[in-house]
């Protein structure tokens, strides 16, 4: 269950991250003063699971597992990013 | 440093693309071994049993069949395996048993390597002598491990396409690809690649420890010590009764407050055996397990061994990372996706390759065959990886070596996937067909486990056991993953064609 909020917390800091990118960005249609806050949300949401795993496992297997979690949800918002592209274009 | 990482990258790659793929399939090679043995039992989830128990049975047992052998190890039942297994080392080699560990019964599984050829695949080859397997291995590595971090130099906008993809680009869309395999993986394409190098470290760089201990036996007595695997001191020749197994079994676990995984008895019924207990790997990140030796005689404790000088913890801690036996199922479906995406940057970047020189004049024959050695990689390997699953179940039980037989399987439909990519005129219907059969292979193989005899599928769901279910359902999702691109692709072929063609 916690493995699962990590990745769900990770996937919501990379969402933020990947929006205060231009190109994402505009095709959401945000300002660019969202941009910055956007970004800094964004990272602080990828370092609060960092905590949870540490305090669920030990130091080490937490920052593991926080890597890991990181790659995952990063592939995550990449593929919905692109799914929601194709999507938008059919429509 | 372009250049570097594009040769590095496509030397190495075909033989890295089937080193990723068996070694991503490897984090779950007790998995397939499940899959493989249909006759081993469907243990429930929850089911509960005692490894003092199971060591009291394995000791009897043992006592009166093999009472000769050099050693015994015993592995006892855990989340990955539900069975446990005892090995003996004696005259005529090695000889296994699979004991159910709820019911106390023995098990005859048919013969097969499972999942465990998958592993040793992925770090020493087959059909050659090991350690040569291991160098290729390693110098491939390398290879990767430079093209990794030449990537990382070459990709010069590494923060700003973080998340970019451009669909429908040619090349550029292949690279967008690439990006997106490598770098939002990055951490562990770099952490599996090192790990590789260090967990071999002694085969690939010796002269350190040759110059530390010239002496043959005190090399040994380092390298089990940097493995934490202690050695078997000589036999006595003297008689002696072994001590109760199971109170030894229940002494670790309380000691640990953690269950135990696998125990070794060396020189059975001998003054001079020894008992080593390893504890679960569950849960820690070392590979380097904590582990109690006893007397065998007297059950009196000669010592309790756990990774203490910061080089053995430091070893312990790379190849544990590189194995993954800590992780529980989550983590290693974690594991398995970042393994998927490593075998998805290998392909991306052959394929990028060969989109890039498409149409550039004057390297037909290097295009050629770099285009033909992809088909026959990257849809012959996995075609190959099926045909071993399906062998399993096409064999006859009793044949007289079926795990070899399941062996050339692999190797002959590796070959024959060569061969047709090679003679066939044209690369995309080579792909096409290629591609086809992997999803037949993909779709026959569920339909192949429905009708093994000595197995339920139902009976696993009832038992609340996914190990091999998840293997029908991977490849399901697999075989739909196939077809969806292949549609795609299709689609994509068919809107290039002018209208007067499609018309005729």
């Known amino acids: 269950m916690m493995l699962i909020t990590i990745l769900a917390l990770c996937t919501l800091g990379f969402t933020l991250i990947a929006l205060s990118d231009n190109r994402h960005r505009r095709r959401c249609g945000l300002k660019p003063a969202q941009q910055k806050p956007w970004f800094w949300a964004g990272s602080a949401i990828l370092g609060w699971p960092l905590w949870l795993a540490m305090e669920t496992w030990s130091t080490g297997l937490g920052i593991t597992l926080w890597l890991g979690c990181l790659s995952i949800s990063a592939g995550v918002v990449f593929l919905g990013l692109a799914m929601f592209e194709r999507l938008r274009q059919q429509l | ?504």
């Open chain 2, 1 to 504: 440093m372009a250049q570097l990482h594009t040769w590095c990258g496509l030397l190495a790659a075909w033989l890295l693309f089937a080193v990723f793929l068996t070694g991503t399939l490897s984090y779950f090679k007790e998995s397939i071994s499940l899959w493989m043995q249909p006759e081993l039992p469907s243990v429930a989830a929850n089911a509960e049993w005692d490894n003092r128990r199971l060591a009291d049975y394995w000791q009897h047992y043992l006592a009166e069949h093999a009472s000769t052998a050099r050693n015994w190890q015993i592995t006892f039942p855990d989340e990955r395996m539900s069975v446990s297994t005892a090995v003996w080392f004696g005259e005529d080699g090695s000889e296994q048993l699979v004991l159910d560990p709820t019911t106390l019964t023995l098990v005859t599984p048919r013969e097969t390597r499972g999942g465990d050829f998958f592993y040793r695949f992925h770090f020493q080859l087959h059909h050659l002598p090991a350690v040569y397997g291991r160098w290729i291995i390693g110098i491939a590595t390398m290879m990767m491990f430079v093209a990794v971090i030449s990537g990382v130099i070459t990709h010069k906008k590494i923060l700003r396409d973080f998340f970019a993809f451009r669909p429908q680009k040619g090349a550029r869309s292949w690279l967008d690809a690439h990006n997106a395999c490598s770098v939002l993986t990055l951490p562990f394409q770099l952490m599996i690649t090192y790990t590789g190098l260090i967990t071999l470290m002694s085969l690939y760089m010796p002269w350190g420890l040759e110059r530390a201990f010239p002496d043959a036996d005190a090399r040994r007595q380092a390298i089990s010590e940097l493995h934490a695997f202690p050695l078997s001191g000589p036999a006595t020749g003297q008689p002696a009764a072994l001590h109760a197994l199971s109170e030894l079994v229940g002494d670790a676990e309380s000691h640990w407050q953690k269950p135990v995984q696998s125990l070794r008895v060396s020189h059975p019924g001998d003054a001079g055996a020894r008992v080593a207990v390893w504890q679960s790997a569950l849960e820690a990140l070392s590979a380097h397990r904590p582990q109690r030796i006893y007397e065998a005689s007297s059950g009196a404790l000669l010592a309790e061994i756990q990774s203490q000088r910061i080089d053995e913890q430091a070893h312990g801690v790379m190849v544990g990372l590189h194995a993954g036996r800590y992780a529980n199922w989550g983590m290693r479906w974690i594991y398995f996706s970042l393994g998927a995406a490593g075998c998805g940057m290998v392909a991306t970047g052959l394929l990028l390759w060969t989109s890039k020189r498409k149409y550039k004049k004057g390297s037909e024959l290097g295009m050629w065959c770099v285009e033909r050695l992809n088909i026959a990689t990257l849809a012959g390997m996995p075609i190959a990886v099926l045909a071993f699953l399906a062998s399993n179940r096409l064999l006859p039980v009793a044949l007289s070596g079926r795990a070899q037989w399941e062996i050339h399987f692999f190797f002959v439909a590796w070959l024959l996937a060569l061969l047709h990519a090679v003679l066939r005129r044209s690369a995309s219907q080579a792909w096409r067909e290629q591609l086809t059969l992997t999803v037949i292979l993909l779709l026959c193989l569920p339909m192949l486990n429905l009708l093994a005899p000595s197995y339920s599928v139902l009976g696993d769901l009832a038992a609340g056991n996914w190990q091999r279910v998840s293997v029908d359902l991977m490849c399901l999702v697999g075989a739909l993953i196939i077809v969806w691109q292949m549609k795609r692709a299709a689609k994509k072929t068919l809107s290039r064609v002018p209208p007067t063609q499609v018309a005729s």
